[in-house]
């Protein structure tokens, strides 16, 4: 059984950082591209982040791009987003999801897209204060 466990969330001042984790357990998580996605309270989901299965490349949504770092660690299984200069409006169910397709590059038009993800987790919950 596949699953995607997202962690790390919570509560932080604005200006102060978080690190989201995304484990995976039930498939070969080094063969999928992983994408952060956002969700903030009466809004649509959002693309936030993007990598590629081997970790060689990355693709940020414009919001987020200077702010936010994503990374993976194959061997363990896990894609990180370092979150660092939070704002307010990145208050969010932040959520990862795993796509089979293998693209060697990162291609935003592509990861941005839900429809192409196989695999989504729960979420976990960012909240920013002012």
């Known amino acids: 059984q596949v699953q995607l466990v997202e962690s790390g969330g919570g509560l932080v001042q604005a200006g102060g950082s978080l690190r989201l984790s995304c484990a995976a357990s039930g498939l070969t998580f080094s063969s999928y591209g992983t994408g952060w996605f956002r969700q903030a309270p009466g809004k649509e989901r959002e693309f936030v982040a993007a990598i590629t299965w081997s970790g060689g490349r990355t693709t940020y949504a414009d919001s987020v791009k200077g702010r936010f770092t994503v990374s993976r660690d194959n061997a363990k299984n896990t894609v990180y987003l370092q979150m660092n200069s939070l704002k307010p409006e990145d208050t969010a169910v932040y959520y990862c999801?795993?796509?089979?397709?293998?693209?060697?590059?990162?291609?935003?038009?592509?990861?941005?897209?839900?429809?192409?993800?196989?695999?989504w987790g729960q979420g976990t919950q960012v909240t920013v204060s002012s």
């Open positions: 999801a795993a796509d089979h397709s293998r693209l060697p590059y990162a291609s935003s038009t592509y990861y941005s897209r839900e429809s192409e993800y196989d695999y």
